[in-house]
C-alpha cells in the first residue's frame, strides 16, 4: 500500500494568506465572540490585497485598518520574511514586511443587534466531514498527513534556529510504503527555497537537515523506521534552482490548501475553507464538532477508523444530516447507529461554540481537537 501527502510551509504565497486572514479574525472574536468575518487575502511581489466584511463591537467596532495592517507584517515577519536577524544582504528573503503594500477594501463596522440575534442560525448551506484513525500515535490523524505535518512543522522550526541559506517558501511530499505494519520510504520530495549556491552543496545540506529532522521525530517512537533516509529515496528541486520563492516567485490565495487543512488528499473534506471565517459560520464550526465526533467514537468504540458528515442548510441551528461510518482496513463502510451518536442539540451553532470555547478561539484548526 502507498500512502502520501503533503505539507506547505508558513512562507508559502498560499499560507500566508491564510494566515493574514486567520489572524485578522483571531483578534476580531476575541473582541467579541459574536463577530461576523468573512475575509479573503491575495498577495503577489509586495502586494497584500485582502477584502470582505467585519461586523464586530457593540458600540463600536473593534478592529482599524491600521491594526489589520499591523496583523499582515507580523505574519511575514513569523513566516521569517527579512533577514532573520542577520546583519548581511546576501541573507535576506523578500519581500521585508516594512515594505508591504496593503490595499484594503474591508468593510468594518458594528455588529448590529438583529444580526447578532441571528448568529445562532446557519447563514450558508454546507456539507462537513469529519474523520478520525484509530491511531494515537498520529493525533487520530491518517499516518502519510501526520508524518508530513510533523516532517514541514519540524523542518521549519529547524530552518528558523539552525539554517540561514533556507528561504520561508517550502513544500514537502511523503510517500511511504506500508507492508502490513511496516512504514518504509518509497520517496521523500522537499521543494525549498535557498541562497544561491552550487546544487551539491544545497543538496548536502537538505539532505543533512532532513536526516536530522528524521532523526529528532521518529527514533525511539513507533515510526522508528522512518527515522533515517538515504539518496536513493531523497529528492530535492526537481525543478531547478529555487532562489526566487515567496509572493516574488508566484502569487497567493487563502482557502486554496484544503487538503492540508483537513486530512490529506485520501479522505473526502466536503465543504469550504476554515480561515478567514467567524467561528459561527458552519464551514467552521461544523468541521470542527465532525472531526471531534469521529475522535470521540474512535476512543470510546475502538473503531479502526470513523467518517462522520454533518449538512446543514441556510437558517437552520443544528445539521438536518448527521451520519457516522465505521471504516475498516480494508476499506469498507459500515454505518454506525444513530442511538450511538449524541442528540440534534450537540451540533447546534451555540452549542458547538461554547462547548469548544471558539469565542476565544481555543481552537483554530483540525489537527488541535484530540
Given at each position: 500500500?502507498?500512502?502520501?501527502?503533503?505539507?506547505?510551509?508558513?512562507?508559502?504565497p498560499d499560507?500566508?494568506?491564510?494566515?493574514?486572514?486567520?489572524?485578522?479574525?483571531n483578534?476580531?472574536?476575541?473582541?467579541?465572540?459574536?463577530?461576523?468575518?468573512?475575509?479573503?487575502?491575495?498577495?503577489?511581489?509586495?502586494?497584500?490585497?485582502?477584502?470582505g466584511r467585519?461586523?464586530?463591537?457593540?458600540?463600536?467596532?473593534?478592529?482599524?485598518?491600521?491594526?489589520?495592517?499591523?496583523?499582515?507584517?507580523?505574519?511575514?515577519?513569523?513566516?521569517?520574511?527579512?533577514?532573520?536577524?542577520?546583519?548581511n544582504?546576501?541573507?535576506?528573503?523578500?519581500?521585508?514586511?516594512?515594505?508591504?503594500?496593503?490595499?484594503?477594501?474591508?468593510?468594518?463596522?458594528?455588529?448590529?443587534?438583529?444580526?447578532r440575534?441571528?448568529?445562532k442560525?446557519?447563514?450558508?448551506?454546507?456539507?462537513?466531514?469529519?474523520?478520525?484513525?484509530?491511531?494515537?500515535?498520529?493525533?487520530?490523524?491518517?499516518?502519510?498527513?501526520?508524518?508530513?505535518?510533523?516532517?514541514?512543522?519540524?523542518?521549519?522550526?529547524?530552518?528558523v534556529?539552525?539554517?540561514?541559506?533556507?528561504g520561508?517558501?517550502?513544500?514537502?511530499?511523503?510517500?511511504?510504503?506500508?507492508?502490513?505494519?511496516?512504514?518504509?520510504?518509497?520517496?521523500?520530495?522537499?521543494?525549498?527555497?535557498?541562497?544561491?549556491?552550487?546544487?551539491?552543496?544545497?543538496?548536502?545540506?537538505?539532505?543533512?537537515?532532513?536526516?536530522?529532522?528524521?532523526?529528532?521525530?521518529?527514533?525511539?517512537?513507533?515510526?522508528?523506521?522512518?527515522?533515517?533516509?538515504?539518496?536513493?529515496?531523497?529528492?530535492?528541486?526537481?525543478?531547478?534552482?529555487?532562489?526566487?520563492?515567496?509572493?516574488?516567485?508566484?502569487?497567493?490565495?487563502?482557502?486554496?490548501?484544503?487538503?492540508?487543512?483537513?486530512?490529506?488528499?485520501?479522505?473526502?473534506?466536503?465543504?469550504?475553507?476554515?480561515?478567514?471565517?467567524d467561528?459561527?459560520?458552519?464551514d467552521?464550526?461544523?468541521?470542527?464538532?465532525?472531526?471531534?465526533?469521529?475522535?470521540?467514537?474512535?476512543?470510546?468504540?475502538?473503531y479502526?477508523?470513523?467518517?462522520?458528515?454533518?449538512?446543514?442548510?441556510?437558517?437552520?441551528?443544528?445539521?438536518?444530516?448527521?451520519?457516522?461510518?465505521?471504516?475498516?482496513?480494508?476499506?469498507?463502510?459500515?454505518?454506525?447507529?444513530?442511538?450511538?451518536?449524541?442528540?440534534?442539540?450537540?451540533?447546534?451553532?451555540?452549542?458547538?461554540?461554547?462547548?469548544?470555547?471558539?469565542?476565544?478561539?481555543?481552537?483554530?484548526?483540525?489537527?488541535?481537537?484530540k
Amino acid at each position: 500500500m502507498i500512502l502520501t501527502a503533503e505539507y506547505v510551509s508558513p512562507g508559502h504565497p498560499d499560507r500566508l494568506c491564510d494566515a493574514i486572514v486567520n489572524n485578522i479574525v483571531n483578534y476580531v472574536v476575541s473582541k467579541d465572540k459574536d463577530a461576523l468575518c468573512g475575509l479573503e487575502c491575495a498577495v503577489h511581489t509586495n502586494k497584500v490585497f485582502i477584502d470582505g466584511r467585519i461586523a464586530a463591537g457593540k458600540k463600536k467596532t473593534v478592529i482599524t485598518e491600521e491594526t489589520i495592517k499591523n496583523i499582515v507584517r507580523k505574519v511575514y515577519k513569523d513566516a521569517r520574511y527579512g533577514n532573520n536577524g542577520i546583519p548581511n544582504e546576501n541573507y535576506w528573503f523578500h519581500p521585508y514586511p516594512e515594505e508591504l503594500t496593503i490595499i484594503l477594501d474591508v468593510c468594518i463596522e458594528k455588529l448590529s443587534d438583529d444580526e447578532r440575534d441571528l448568529r445562532k442560525y446557519s447563514d450558508d448551506q454546507n456539507i462537513v466531514n469529519g474523520y478520525a484513525s484509530n491511531s494515537p500515535a498520529t493525533n487520530y490523524l491518517p499516518i502519510a498527513h501526520y508524518i508530513a505535518l510533523s516532517i514541514g512543522e519540524n523542518f521549519f522550526v529547524n530552518r528558523v534556529n539552525n539554517c540561514s541559506h533556507w528561504g520561508s517558501d517550502f513544500k514537502v511530499l511523503v510517500q511511504l510504503k506500508k507492508e502490513q505494519d511496516a512504514l518504509q520510504w518509497e520517496r521523500l520530495t522537499l521543494s525549498v527555497q535557498h541562497l544561491r549556491a552550487d546544487f551539491k552543496i544545497i543538496y548536502s545540506n537538505a539532505l543533512n537537515d532532513i536526516k536530522r529532522v528524521l532523526k529528532d521525530l521518529f527514533t525511539n517512537t513507533s515510526f522508528n523506521s522512518l527515522s533515517t533516509i538515504d539518496r536513493d529515496h531523497f529528492y530535492l528541486n526537481g525543478a531547478g534552482d529555487f532562489i526566487q520563492g515567496g509572493p516574488e516567485g508566484d502569487n497567493g490565495l487563502s482557502g486554496k490548501k484544503l487538503c492540508i487543512d483537513f486530512y490529506g488528499p485520501s479522505i473526502p473534506i466536503g465543504g469550504g475553507a476554515i480561515y478567514g471565517k467567524d467561528p459561527h459560520k458552519i464551514d467552521v464550526c461544523g468541521a470542527f464538532r465532525a472531526r471531534e465526533l469521529a475522535v470521540n467514537l474512535v476512543k470510546k468504540y475502538g473503531y479502526y477508523s470513523v467518517f462522520t458528515t454533518l449538512a446543514w442548510s441556510p437558517g437552520e441551528q443544528s445539521p438536518y444530516i448527521i451520519e457516522a461510518y465505521e471504516i475498516d482496513e480494508f476499506g469498507t463502510k459500515f454505518k454506525i447507529d444513530d442511538s450511538l451518536l449524541p442528540p440534534r442539540d450537540f451540533f447546534s451553532i451555540e452549542c458547538i461554540n461554547n462547548d469548544m470555547n471558539l469565542g476565544e478561539r481555543k481552537i483554530t484548526s483540525i489537527k488541535d481537537i484530540k
